[in-house]
């Protein structure tokens, strides 16, 4: 299944955005996995939603500022992030069954990732 993150743009430090992940085509029980590559840093795994049961993972240096959830009969996902940092400047992406919300694991070993979308924390 292929995703699309989009939503992405410019927010203050401390300001909100909300991220968005449409997919192509039904979702089923599949994880949703967000992911960021920070400007000079390598892609990293920042939250993962099951797709069964809603279980969450987070990162810690998210956790208590991004949300994540889904809607399934849309085949959605969306990463809401409050309180946003300028070290939270990155291209965000999602991904279907890549990432396990129970063990916080991420496959980072993907070939197609898309173009991702762009945010800017700065003042």
């Known amino acids: 299944v292929q995703l699309q993150a989009s939503g992405g743009g410019l927010a203050q430090p401390g300001g909100s955005l909300t991220l968005s992940c449409a997919a192509s085509?039904?979702?089923?029980?599949?994880?949703i996995g967000w992911f960021r590559q920070a400007p000079g840093k390598e892609r990293e795994g920042i939250s993962c939603?099951?797709?069964?049961?809603?279980?969450?993972y987070y990162i810690e240096s998210v956790k208590g500022r991004f949300t994540v959830s889904r809607d399934n009969a849309l085949n959605t996902g969306y990463l809401q992030m409050n309180n946003l940092r300028p070290d939270d400047t990155a291209v965000y992406y999602c991904?279907?069954?890549?990432?396990?919300?129970?063990?916080?694991?991420?496959?980072?070993?993907?070939?197609?990732w898309g173009q991702g979308t762009l945010v800017t924390v700065s003042s």
């Open positions: 991904l279907a069954d890549h990432c396990n919300p129970r063990l916080g694991s991420f496959v980072l070993d993907f070939a197609s």
């Open positions: 085509e039904h979702l089923g029980f599949q994880t």
């Open positions: 939603i099951s797709g069964s049961d809603g279980t969450r």
